[in-house]
DNA sequence: GGATTGACGTGTC
DNA sequence: AGACACGCCAATC
């Protein structure tokens, strides 16, 4: 642990590609936190604070359902910072989640 | 330094 | 299918 593990969160966090998203255990899972699914999305409530921006739009809960959306600026930025990348998103869901779904650990 | 918290996850009812 | 409960683990108060 040279890092904190906030920053092992953003980085990570960051690494999604465009049109992509991952869920908060998936990233814990990859930092080798296993369980603390929490921590990430605890660490993501800062990502706002995080100087390099974090997209936090494409990290979402294992249903694909976007949970944070209401810690953003506004509700409907996450919706629409993912609809700009190509992501569909129907009823606040991400649909095709699991088509789009970007595993951390197999880009690491 | 103990208790609380939390943008989760999985399993049950 | 929707609601509820418990478990995990680190940061914050």
Redesign the pocket.
Known sequence: MEK???EQVFEVARLVPKGRVT????I?KALG????????????????LAQPS?P??R?????GLL??????STPEL?QQLLEQEGVVVVNDKIKNFKDIFWNPLDEL
Request: aromatic residues 16%; hydrophobic residues 45%; charged residues 5%.
């Open positions: 904190n593990f906030y869920s908060y255990g998936a814990a936190a296993g369980g603390s699914a929490r921590m990430v999305g605890y660490a993501m409530s800062t990502a706002g974090v936090a739009h990290v979402v809960n294992s249903s949970t944070g959306k209401f810690h953003f996450m």
